[in-house]
T-cell receptor, first 119, second 113 residues
Framework: AQKVTQAQTEISVVEKEDVTLDCVYE???????LFWYKQPPSGELVFLIR??????QNEISGRYSWNFQKSTSSFNFTITASQVVDSAVYFC????????????????FGKGTKLSVKP | EAGVAQSPRYKIIEKRQSVAFWCNPI?????LYWYQQILGQGPKLLIQ????????DSQLPKDRFSAERLKGVDSTLKIQPAKLEDSAVYLC???????????FGPGTRLTVT
């Protein structure tokens, strides 16, 4: 079965602090894709990143960075020098390529982590 | 470029009533998805269309939910009759064929009383 676990339900930080959002996944696929989405209060999910299972290089995009470790099945997301505009719910998601009970490799989301950045 | 449009944004109905949601994807996006997001949960796929054909509807409760995308552009999701547990945000997303980057609409928040 495929599963995504985001153990942190809510995190509150003060502006300029660094924060890491954890994501642990389970899959039997050898090829799979991992995603992070941001959901601000307006409700629309915003795509942040996609990584495939063969690419374990960490990635940095401005204040955002992602740490992918296959050995621990984790794909953590760090925001450096957080800002109030980073306040949102962040979702980690997994897409495999095999058909499990009818799900043809579609996105499996975690429950999300609500990040509050206070000024 | 216009994003994914959804309407209505909010809907309140009583249980056993019917309701319909509308989605207009980004122009040129062949793939369209409907998700259900219950409060405190991540989105769960209900149905995926490729043009006007259904690719995956394995998690759609077909006894009460239906969806169509007749001309391969906009889509309608219907619930008939609604139950209390259908209270959720219904999200529509679209992608270019073969792409993984899903663009989401603002969602329709349904409250069933």
């Amino acid at each position: 079965a495929q599963k995504v676990t985001q153990a942190q339900t809510e995190i509150s930080v003060v502006e300029k602090e660094d924060v890491t959002l954890d994501c642990v996944y389970e899959t039997r696929d050898t090829t799979y894709y991992l995603f992070w989405y941001k959901q601000p209060p307006s409700g629309e999910l915003v795509f942040l990143i996609r990584r495939n299972s063969f690419d374990e290089q960490n990635e940095i995009s401005g204040r955002y960075s992602w740490n992918f470790q296959k050995s621990t099945s984790s794909f953590n997301f760090t925001i450096t020098a957080s800002q109030v505009v980073d306040s949102a719910v962040y979702f980690c998601a997994l897409r495999g390529i095999m058909n499990y009970g009818g799900s043809q490799g579609n996105l499996i989301f975690g429950k999300g982590t609500k990040l509050s950045v206070k000024p | 470029e216009a994003g994914v449009a959804q309407s209505p944004r909010y809907k309140i109905i009583e249980k056993r009533q019917s309701v319909a949601f509308w989605c207009n994807p980004i122009s040129g996006h062949a793939t369209l998805y409907w998700y259900q997001q219950i409060l405190g949960q991540g989105p769960k796929l209900l149905i995926q269309f490729q043009n006007n054909g259904v690719v995956d509807d394995s998690q759609l409760p077909k006894d009460r939910f239906s969806a169509e995308r007749l001309k391969g552009v906009d889509s309608t999701l219907k619930i008939q009759p609604a139950k209390l547990e259908d209270s959720a945000v219904y999200l529509c997303a679209s992608t270019l064929a073969g792409s993984d980057e899903q663009y989401f609409g603002p969602g329709t928040r349904l409250t069933v009383t």
